[in-house]
């Protein structure tokens, strides 16, 4: 057997799930779609004591909307968020990355939140919810409390999320009229984590940029937004793409150099940029 | 620390089997080994190469990735189920008749994940058939056979009266 020796418990309330985590602190990870965990633990890199297994939380499957934000629960798989009307014309932009997870057969099993709980620095989700200042609340057996997506990524693979707290609900910001949306990566293959991804929101009025939201992945230990990249972006794409490529100091690794990391991200600028003003001006191509 | 194990109904194929596994017991190894299911296969055992893909309640997920015990109470449907040596499913047909297989260790996973994908996209383009197989690794790289049998099982599975 690939996973080392665990003790396994599968609550079927919150509140347990939050006793169980109380009680095993450190020694203890939930397992939610288990396709980064599950991994880790085949190959031995996690050796938790205790895992706690949250997909029989029937409770925390819903997602809808409420007051201006999209709460997705901690049991709602990717594809489920990929198939939904809801998510497509609420909060196009996560609709449009999260088919960039994996593959399919990942996104039946992979939730919404434990990609973000997971907080790989290449991953597509945490991105999106840098960029668009979602919200994730999370409980314990001492409450809830509610962290901005831009103080919930702390390091890489790393959160803010104490050992005894579960990641319960992940709420996107309804897109207001005006913002236009892209989602770009590059990957080797299909389905890879990006060598360098940008999430982009564009506010456009009377033909003007007037606001600009930007958050890249693969080019740092956390998602990161650059609120100088966004102001740039403001007044012109290109500068915007060069102030990107400037500022990031991504690593290097056997995938891709540092260098063509910057490089991507200065393209990719301009790249998500141009798409998310054509779809807030209905097709008109930015000047 | 003690092996902790679990006693639990899985059913597989339309079949109810009761098994005790050790909680860290993939489920693709319990398929294997607790059932005899061999059909199912395991290559990467990190989620990656996509032999070991089965139904879980119709929708192609890893079974490296899921633990046995998760299993419980859901239904599970391995390549055992797709057809017979003397019936076989259409797929398993067309990628008979277009070489869709060389050395057949990926094969198990490319089937089920093209069952589930046919059904949800009955007329696929090439484009669409591809993006579809994206999580199936053949190391054979006989990318362009299997692309061609999963045309034709298409069609043939479109004829009326199918």
Not at chain 1, 175 to 203: I, K, M, Q, S
Not at chain 2, 149 to 155: H, L, M, Q
Request: net charge negative; hydrophobic share 40%; with cysteine.
């Amino acid at each position: 057997m690939k996973p080392p020796v665990f003790e396994y418990c599968d609550p079927t309330t919150v509140e347990e799930a939050v006793d169980c985590l109380a009680e095993r602190g450190e020694a203890a990870k939930v397992l939610a779609g288990g396709q980064s965990l599950l991994p880790l633990l085949n190959l031995r890199l996690a050796r938790p004591d205790c895992l706690v297994d949250i997909n029989r939380l029937d409770e925390l499957d819903y997602l809808h909307e409420e007051a201006g934000w999209l709460r997705v629960g901690a049991r709602v798989r990717q594809r489920r968020v990929e198939e939904s009307e809801e998510v497509a014309r609420r909060v196009p932009l996560l609709a449009e990355a999260v088919r960039y997870v994996g593959h399919p057969q990942i996104r039946n099993r992979g939730t919404v939140c434990g990609s973000l709980a997971h907080a790989d620095p290449a991953a597509e989700l945490p991105g999106v919810a840098v960029a668009l200042g979602a919200r994730l609340l999370v409980r314990s057996r001492l409450g809830t409390r509610e962290i901005p997506a831009e103080q919930f990524f702390t390091g890489q693979l790393t959160t803010a999320l104490r050992p005894d707290e579960l990641l319960v609900e992940a709420q996107f910001p309804v897109f207001p009229a005006g913002w236009g949306w892209a989602f770009v990566e590059v990957t080797n293959r299909h389905g890879d984590y990006a060598l360098c991804g940008v999430a982009a929101g564009v506010y456009v009025e009377d033909r003007r940029v007037r606001d600009v939201r930007l958050a890249y992945v693969g080019a740092g230990p956390t998602p990161v937004r650059l609120r100088e990249v966004e102001l740039a972006a403001v007044e012109d794409f290109r500068v915007a793409g060069e102030e990107a490529r400037a500022r990031l100091s991504p690593d290097g690794d056997l995938h891709a150099s540092a260098e063509f990391r910057r490089h991507l991200a200065a393209v990719l600028t301009g790249r998500a940029l141009r798409r998310a003003f054509e779809r807030a001006t209905g097709g008109e191509p930015h000047a | 620390m003690r092996e902790p194990t679990r006693t639990v109904q899985l059913l597989v194929n339309g079949r109810t089997h009761t098994v005790t596994v050790p909680v860290r017991k993939t489920l693709a190894d319990t398929l294997r080994e607790d059932l005899g299911l061999t059909g199912t296969h395991l290559g990467c055992e990190q989620g990656v190469c996509g032999a070991c893909t089965v139904l879980l309640d119709g929708q192609p997920v890893r079974s490296c990735l899921l633990l046995a015990v998760q299993a419980a109470g859901h239904e599970v449907t391995t390549v055992e189920a797709l057809g017979t040596p003397d019936r076989l499913h259409p797929l398993q047909q067309a990628f008979w008749e277009h070489h869709g297989l060389q050395c057949g260790f990926c094969t198990p996973g490319i089937l089920i994940s093209l069952v589930a994908f046919l059904r949800e996209r009955p007329s696929p383009t090439r484009e669409e058939i591809r993006e579809a197989l994206a999580g199936n690794l053949c190391r054979c790289t006989g990318y362009q056979n299997i692309v061609r049998a999963a045309e034709a099982a298409a069609a043939w599975m479109r004829e009326p009266g199918r």
